[in-house]
């Protein structure tokens, strides 16, 4: 451990999704010192005691590679998927409130993928990775929001929707209710299987099936890359659910706001993303930085820490750092 003389004062920002849990730690400065990546961390779609275990198992992994303890943390900033919810946020609060007490801040994920493109501005981020959702922050600091409702109730346009399109694509073909695809031979190869039918018991047995069909989403972009028809609608049409989720937000606002672009479907230049730069009517707002930095931008800004041009600067540099081995198991 540092002595009282050396000692930094440090924030940590977590970005928990349904696939994998990024978490950063960075002094007070902006400067970041590690960054870790661990399993899903969606209380929404993983049981509650393996959710906490993979961030107790970040945080702490964070710690050793700074050599500080709890105490030297000034903020814990936990932006996962559902915690703006009260039974979310009871189970976190349940869990790591008394410890960490009054530098625990919790969030929705959205907040840290918003402020990764606006510093903390005000903003819409649309985010399509394994779930979507459109989320708005306003200059009055008002939320708004529209989708977010998880994989069973909604998720229209993320990986999860494509990636369970083309399985059912794949099954629609495969009893003659659909036209033929090249999904059915990529698919067949993802699972090894000889059969569409044998993806049934993989996919209702996984211990995540929402992560299992998020997964095949890769497979419906190699696919309309390579012409499938098939494969170009069913990104078409999830298109089409992402600007009716940033249009029906927008409608709940009162001024324009940039709309920031976050997940993996829209982080790299995917067909999906292209598809929806066609058919947007919006400003599109490149990220800046990830969104395990926009967590941070958030922590500092929960404890006063309004990010100015040198911290803006500091955290720009993330990309220097070297990320830490996988905290998964």
């Avoid at 940590?12 to 007070?28: E, L, P, S, V």
């Avoid at 346009?157 to 659909?178: H, I, M, N, W």
């Avoid at 967590?295 to 309004?306: E, F, N, Y």
Wanted: glycine share 10%; with cysteine.
């Amino acid at each position: 451990m540092q002595s009282n003389k050396q000692r930094k004062r440090w924030v940590i920002g977590i970005d928990g999704g349904g696939t994998k849990t990024r978490a950063a730690i960075a002094d007070t400065r902006g400067q970041v010192a590690a960054i870790m990546t661990g399993d899903a961390s969606n209380p929404l779609s993983r049981p509650w005691t393996d959710v906490e275990q993979t961030l107790r198992e970040l945080i702490e992994a964070l710690l050793r590679s700074v050599e500080a303890g709890s105490e030297d943390v000034a903020a814990l900033y936990l932006g996962l998927a559902g915690a703006d919810r009260a039974l979310v946020a009871n189970q976190i609060a349940s869990a790591f409130g008394q410890e960490w007490q009054g530098r625990l801040f919790v969030d929705n994920d959205a907040t840290a993928a918003l402020y990764a493109g606006t510093w903390g501005e005000p903003g819409i981020v649309l985010i399509a990775g394994t779930g979507s959702i459109a989320y708005a922050i306003d200059r009055h600091e008002q939320r708004h929001r529209a989708g977010g409702w998880g994989y069973l109730l909604g998720d229209e346009g993320s990986g999860f929707d494509l990636g369970k399109q083309a399985v059912v694509a794949v099954l629609r073909a495969f009893d003659g209710r659909g036209e033929a695809t090249s999904l059915t031979e990529a698919l067949l190869a993802h699972f090894a299987i000889r059969s569409p039918v044998d993806a049934i018991a993989l996919i209702y047995g996984s211990p995540n099936p929402r992560k299992e069909l998020a997964d095949c989403s890769r497979l419906v972009e190699q696919a309309a890359q390579e012409g499938d028809a098939v494969a170009k609608r069913i990104i078409q049409h999830a298109a089409a659910s992402l600007v009716e989720l940033v249009l029906a937000c927008q409608r709940q606002l009162d001024e324009p706001l940039p709309v920031v672009l976050a997940g993996g479907l829209l982080s790299a230049d995917t067909s999906l993303k292209r598809e929806l730069e066609k058919k947007a009517s919006f400003e599109l707002c490149p990220p800046v930085v990830t969104p395990v930095v926009g967590a941070l931008v958030a922590g500092m800004r929960k404890i006063g820490l309004l990010p100015d041009g040198e911290v803006i600067e500091q955290l720009r540099k993330t990309q220097a750092v070297q990320e830490g081995s996988d905290v998964d198991e």
